[in-house]
């Protein structure tokens, strides 16, 4: 069974720092590329960053290039990010997806990721 299972959400004031975790399993690690996305309510569900798992290469939305850092753990099939310099508007609930294959050049898109996990709440007070 695909499982991916986020942590390190919580709260933190603006200018602060949060590391969330993707823990996967039941999948060929490697075979994946891992995004990022977060929904704000009343919002659509926004693609922030992916990782192909195969040779690390990332790809980065421009609201969150410079501010967020995507990287895995290849040993505990686990894919961080690493969110620095929080605002206001970063606050949403975050997801993580997996997708057969690399990272799209144009950065993920969630109607291509097959596996969801439940996600964690960020929430940068102001």
């Known amino acids: 069974e695909v499982q991916l299972v986020e942590s390190g959400g919580g709260l933190v004031q603006a200018g602060g720092s949060l590391r969330l975790s993707c823990a996967t399993s039941?999948?060929?690690?490697?075979?994946?590329?891992i995004g990022w996305f977060r929904q704000a309510p009343g919002k659509e569900r926004e693609g922030l960053s992916c990782?192909?798992?195969?040779?690390?290469?990332?790809v980065y939305a421009d609201s969150v290039n410079g501010r967020f850092t995507i990287s895995f753990d290849n040993a505990k099939n686990t894919v961080f990010l690493q969110m620095n310099g929080l605002k206001f508007e970063d606050t949403a609930v975050y997801h993580c997806?997996?997708?057969?294959?690399?990272?799209?050049?144009?950065?993920?898109?969630?109607?291509?990721?097959?596996?969801w996990g439940q996600g964690t709440q960020v929430t940068v007070s102001s």
């Open positions: 039941g999948f060929t690690f490697g075979d994946y590329n």
């Open positions: 997806a997996a997708d057969l294959g690399p990272c799209s050049d144009y950065g993920p898109s969630l109607y291509e990721y097959d596996y």
């Open positions: 990782i192909s798992s195969s040779d690390g290469s990332t």
